[in-house]
């Protein structure tokens, strides 16, 4: 038969009364029968006790557990530590006696608190790994299993991952907090680091929390092991970004003689073609061939070497372009392939020279950078080196080049001269090895350069040195100005031109006419004392001849300005006689421009005579002068003098005049 439900749960609710009953038995009773005590914690009161007189209270002895008990006074006290993770829980038993010899027992149930006192253990705290280079990224370095802790107070573990080596930071991690298993998080590269050390912490409490919490550490040392990762690469090279996983290289160049045939290895440039494997600890072998441009198989490459050797001599200026494809031995996917230039070139017989073995300049303290250096004695001229060469003519090569060894304060410029490279601060002594070098032929010479650095002194305008920098403003400026000049000019002209109505070549012809009218004469005139009258009336008879064939309009009569007369009067009169025929000239032709019709020209030279027209001149060759005319002529004169000879030819005027008058005396008595 069942037992009810209703009973059983009366008999659960009785039994801590009966058990706090049975605790009390008259003459003995305790204060607690359940107490609770804190793990490892001694000595420690449990409970205290209550004994009446007559009575006696002991532990009972038969219990193993008496023995962590003992009774001191009306205390019930513990002396032996307990630790939790041994004995949860006590059972102690007291035996109370009366005055009779009679016996109870009193049981006391003493639970044990658990304490945080234990620390989480490791089962390995020393872990090593050998990790490949090529590793994929997410794959499990150490497992859970070789990595989780214990915590004797079962308590929640919880992990963190440091690392303790500069640089190796994110490559490893945890999958979890409470998870330890390490994985690749970041792919791994061995140029940058090839081992690092990892610290797992262990915790049984939270990083955050205030309680006192115990940790424990494992070390796992970490060591990267090479890949075969990368192809090989051409020496020498240069690291991209500083990045030691990535190095570039450059071309080689190399030269050889037209129609020469060579049997040594060709000497290139940087060096001669050599390739590495980059991932030095598997360092697989390198083998080289020729991939491309290898015209008619002149060239041919070494497998094992590399060296660059002929087949046949080169009859074509043509330069060649080859491939060289570097391959490693064990793995044909992993190659690189270098550009080698050949240049083909003509013989070079003599290889180049300095004529001088040392040069000497000076340069002054505190000059800008890319001052000239001037030749030492010569401020004003700027030290050039110049390297010979007997296989050009004149010995001048033009594919030589300069540069300077053992100095970084001065340069040399393509054309030999030498420039400062920075400001140069203090004074002193440097000597510096020049170089010459045929970029061709390759061939070298050099010098020695000796520059005096020499305090700034005062030097006067003349002495003043100028850098390259200076010369180019100043070039520009007087460019810039002389082009203004020019428009300026240019905008002058036709202003002038606008201005004026006139073109410039009436304007020169202008200025020619007084040029001619200041100082020349006729040339046909040539004086005689006592001319021949019969001759001078046949010459008369002929040019009467002439004029009557051909008519000459007449020309009305010039009339100057009076306040020019006097002018024109001290000048000579073979002076007047030009001056008036082109001023003629010139009023004629600005008539003919406002009237835009032609007008009547009469000239000046007439062989009949007007004795009406009061105030006309006409002027006449003295060839042509009838000596019986009583008229007054202009005779153009043939007088070369300079003018400096200014008293000469005004002697010579005044007896012309003197021998006109007497020539109309003798006419007038004819």
Not at 13 to 37: I, T, Y
Not at 301 to 319: F, H, Q, R, Y
């Amino acid at each position: 038969m069942a037992t009810p439900h209703w009973l059983l749960l009366s008999v659960l609710f009785l039994l801590p009364l009966l058990a706090q009953v049975s605790a009390q038995e008259p003459g003995c009773s305790v204060s607690n029968s359940k107490p609770s005590v804190p793990e490892n914690a001694c000595p420690y009161v449990v409970t205290t006790i209550h004994v009446e007189p007559g009575f006696t209270l002991t532990i009972d002895p038969n219990f193993p557990d008496g023995q962590f008990f003992t009774i001191e006074g009306s205390e019930l006290q513990l002396t032996k530590c307990v630790d939790y993770e041994e004995d949860p829980a006590l059972l102690v038993y007291l035996t109370c006696k009366d005055p009779a010899g009679q016996s109870d027992s009193l049981e006391i149930l003493v639970t044990i608190l658990n304490e945080n006192d234990n620390s989480p253990v490791f089962a390995q705290p020393n872990l090593s790994r050998d990790v490949p280079e090529d590793t994929k990224v997410d794959t499990a370095i150490v497992t859970r299993e070789e990595l989780s802790a214990t915590d004797a107070d079962l308590d929640t573990i919880y992990y963190e991952l440091t690392t303790t080596v500069q640089d190796t930071d994110g490559y490893f991690a945890i999958r979890g907090i409470n998870n330890p298993e390490i994985y690749l998080q970041k792919a791994l590269d061995y140029d940058k680091f090839n081992s690092t050390t990892l610290l797992l912490y262990a915790r049984d409490r939270p990083v955050t929390s205030p309680d006192h919490t115990n940790t424990a550490t494992a070390t796992i040392t970490i060591v990267i092991k090479q890949s075969d990762t990368r192809a090989p690469w051409f020496l020498p090279c240069n690291h991209l970004h500083n990045d030691t996983s990535v190095c570039i290289s450059s071309p080689y160049s190399g030269r050889v003689n037209i129609s020469e045939m060579s049997t040594d290895p060709l000497l290139l440039e940087p060096g001669p073609i050599y390739a590495v494997d980059p991932d030095y600890t598997i360092s697989d072998k390198i083998v080289y061939s020729i991939v491309g441009g290898n015209t008619d198989e002149v060239f041919s490459v070494g497998a094992d070497t590399g060296n660059l050797t002929m087949n046949k001599i080169v009859t074509s200026p043509d330069p060649f372009l080859l491939q060289v494809m570097a391959t490693q031995i064990s793995n044909i996917r992993k190659y690189s392939v270098a550009i080698v230039e050949i240049k083909v070139i003509n013989k070079s017989d003599y290889p180049p020279y300095f004529e001088k073995g040392v040069y000497n300049g000076t340069v002054f303290v505190g000059l800008p950078q890319r001052s000239f250096v001037y030749q030492a004695g010569d401020p004003s001229t700027p030290l050039v080196i110049a390297a010979m060469d007997n296989d050009f003519p004149g010995k001048v090569n033009p594919n030589i080049e300069y540069y300077l060894k053992n100095s970084t304060d001065f340069i040399a410029t393509r054309d030999g001269l030498i420039l400062t490279n920075r400001v140069l601060e203090s004074p002193g002594t440097v000597t510096i090895q020049a170089v010459g070098k045929d970029v061709l032929s390759l061939q070298e010479a050099s010098t020695i350069i000796v520059v005096e650095v020499i305090l700034a002194t005062a030097v006067t305008p003349s002495d003043k040195m100028y850098s390259a920098q200076n010369m180019a403003v100043l070039g520009g400026t007087l460019a810039a100005l002389l082009l203004v000049a020019l428009v300026f000019l240019g905008v002058l002209l036709w202003k002038s031109s606008r201005w004026y109505g006139k073109p410039v070549k009436y304007l020169v012809k202008k200025k020619l006419s007084k040029e001619i009218s200041g100082g020349h004469q006729n040339k046909y005139y040539q004086e005689d004392e006592q001319p021949d009258v019969s001759t001078k009336q046949c010459e008369t008879s002929e040019t009467s001849s002439v004029q009557a064939e051909t008519p000459v309009p007449e020309q009305p009569a010039l009339s100057l300005p009076s306040s020019s007369a006097e002018e024109m009067e001290s000048l000579p009169k073979g002076s007047i006689a030009s001056t008036v025929i082109f001023d003629q000239e010139e009023k004629e032709e600005e008539k003919e421009e406002e009237a835009g019709q032609e007008k009547e020209v009469k000239s000046i030279l007439k062989t009949d005579r007007h004795v009406a027209d009061d105030g006309y001149k006409a002027v006449w060759f003295k060839t042509d002068v009838d000596p019986e005319a009583g008229e007054r002529v202009e005779v153009i004169e043939n007088n070369a003098a300079d003018d400096d000879g200014g008293d000469e030819s005004d002697q010579d005027l005044q007896k012309n005049e003197e021998e006109e008058e007497e020539g109309s005396d003798t006419g007038g008595h004819h």
